[in-house]
């Protein structure tokens, strides 16, 4: 069996990563090769080619892959393309988000209206659709997709390098034996990081640490000063590989307003640390017992999960690696995905 996936470029983002991993993981048992766009500086794979969208419109290109796999919308309208000309091309398209809602919040109105017309019309014939989430195979059969298959992200997390080992130290120290509470990512109105300012002010003990950057982050900063918290905060900004961090921390916040997946919730996974996720419903049979789930915006409610997470934390972390080793694992997710394209063939 030969698969080839097919990203926008090798700029690290979300959906790239997984893709990257997943072909990764894939080609200890098929064939599997990545093919992208976009050339970006600064952004190297050991193996990938380099592709022109206007292939699409070519005939007899391609023939040599039993499938094409598609990721973000520039490859699903070139794999819309393909299959529209040669109808008998198996194509597979992964669903890394809720894109009308993305669409909205990331664009002005027009733009948006004609972004989410052009990713749902992509969509329309393809073999089979991959919703990464429970809930987001529920949303898109609601749509009017068919032959939509439920399969989880994964994440191939490496050693800690020397820079981040030595950053973690430092965090550490600044922590000063006080609770870290660490989140990940960009500051954006989606993540909702604000809602982890009423927790220091409610707890003395608190410390915390963001990693990454974002369009909200100076607003972010404002507040903790505002509030006479800029002692107890600590913004990191973008560290490659940021979930290297995650020994420093006591746990893990994930207060998003929504999400596709939260790969930073396999990545504390598998640095044993214990997360705490707003209750939306993204993580609805996506995660169970091993997270703890609360209602962000009900401070009582955030803090006693909190304090439930750093009181279980064994169990919790146990639970965690059980779950991510089950479902959640390059092994399990493969499996998966072989799965489908054999069902496909």
């Known amino acids: 069996m030969k698969v080839l996936h097919l990203v926008p470029s090798p700029a690290i983002t979300g959906p790239v990563t997984v893709a990257h991993e997943l072909v990764h993981s894939l080609q200890t048992k098929i064939e599997a090769s990545i093919a992208y766009f976009d050339e970006k500086k600064g952004f190297h794979w050991k193996y990938g080619q380099k592709i022109s969208?206007?292939?699409?419109?070519?005939?007899?290109?391609?023939?040599?892959?039993?499938?094409?796999?598609?990721?973000?919308l520039r490859p699903d309208v070139f794999l819309f393309i393909r299959k529209f000309l040669k109808p008998k091309i198996i194509a597979v398209s992964t669903l890394h988000n809720y894109f009308y809602e993305e669409y909205r919040l990331e664009y002005p109105k027009i733009p948006a209206l004609i972004g989410i017309a052009a990713h749902h019309w992509s969509l329309s014939n393809k073999s089979a659709l991959v919703a990464i989430t429970p809930h987001m195979q529920k949303f898109y059969k609601r749509k009017g997709f068919r032959n939509v298959h439920y399969i989880p992200n994964t994440r191939m997390l490496q050693s800690p390098n020397g820079d981040n080992l030595k950053l973690a130290e430092s965090i550490k120290k600044w922590a000063d034996g006080n609770t870290l509470l660490m989140t990940l990512g960009t500051a954006n109105e989606r993540k909702n990081l604000q809602a982890v300012v009423p927790l220091l002010k409610k707890n003395p003990d608190w410390r915390w640490i963001h990693v990454g950057d974002g369009p909200l982050l100076p607003a972010l900063k404002k507040e903790v000063e505002y509030f006479g918290l800029h002692h107890r905060v600590y913004f990191a900004g973008f560290v490659p590989d940021g979930n290297q961090l995650l020994s420093a921390a006591d746990v893990l916040l994930l207060p998003s307003l929504s999400e596709g997946f939260p790969l930073v919730v396999l990545e504390a996974f598998q640095r044993k640390v214990p997360v705490v996720v707003n209750d939306i419903p993204t993580?609805?049979?996506?995660?169970?017992d091993e997270v703890?789930?609360?209602?962000?915006?009900?401070?009582?409610?955030?803090?006693?999960?909190?304090?439930?997470?750093?009181?279980?934390?064994?169990?919790?972390?146990?639970?965690?690696?059980a779950r991510f080793d089950a479902e959640f694992s390059p092994q399990a997710v493969v499996t998966a995905y072989l799965r489908l394209y054999e069902s496909l063939l």
Do not use: N
């Open 53 to 72: 969208f206007f292939k699409a419109f070519e005939f007899f290109e391609y023939l040599e892959y039993d499938i094409l796999h598609s990721h973000t």
């Open 292 to 321: 703890v789930k609360c209602v962000v915006t009900e401070l009582e409610q955030f803090f006693r999960a909190v304090r439930y997470a750093l009181e279980h934390r064994d169990t919790l972390c146990t639970k965690a690696k």
């Open 283 to 288: 993580f609805e049979g996506l995660f169970l």
